[in-house]
């Protein structure tokens, strides 16, 4: 990435903030712009419809900058899949969505539920994909050929699928 987007992921992680009143035109909204514009452009030159998007070791507020650059780059490209693959008790997504935890990924993973069941729109151009219960073989699961299948299904309903690794250290 060149710096200016390095700066604005540190200004982000710094200033996380989400669903919390701020000015259009702060330099954390500014910034969330920017990084969430940037990926997306990126995705588009290569012909992608998916980005696995790993947290800063460290960062308490990684939910709320995913949860941010989702919800902007939804407002410019309608059909955005956010998945919160933190099936080891590192998830927050839907915490911060204000949603329950499950049905999600794990029991999607599992064939504990319909992947359509496990999704929940958060407005008509974001969903999310909560991580669902916590899962003992996390790492199994994300690996699996499930997994896979899971993203290319999502790929055919939505514009892009953005997968939220919180700690990829506890796979």
């Given at each position: ?11 982000l992680a710094r ?15 500014q ?7 940037h ?21 308490e ?28 008790n ?31 729109k958060?407005?008509?151009d974001l969903s999310l ?15 699996s ?6 993203i ?20």
């Amino acid at each position: 990435l060149d710096k200016a987007v390095m700066y604005a992921a540190n200004l982000l992680a710094r200033n996380a903030l989400f669903g919390k009143k701020i000015v259009q035109e702060s330099p954390y909204q500014q910034g969330c712009r920017n990084v969430s514009s940037h990926i997306i452009q990126i995705l588009k030159e290569k012909g992608f419809k998916s980005a696995v998007i790993a947290a800063v070791p460290g960062s308490e507020e990684n939910a709320a900058v995913i949860a941010n650059l989702a919800d902007l780059a939804a407002a410019k490209n309608s059909g955005i899949l956010l998945i919160d693959a933190g099936m080891n008790n590192a998830a927050s997504l839907h915490k911060i969505f204000k949603l329950s935890a499950s049905p999600g990924l794990t029991e999607a993973l599992s064939g504990n539920a319909p992947l359509d069941n496990a999704v929940r729109k958060i407005h008509p151009d974001l969903s999310l994909l909560t991580a669902g219960g916590r899962a003992v073989d996390a790492g199994e699961l994300i690996d699996s050929p499930h997994m896979s299948e899971i993203i290319k299904n999502a790929e055919k309903k939505f514009d892009f699928v953005l997968v939220y690794f919180p700690d990829l250290k506890k796979l």
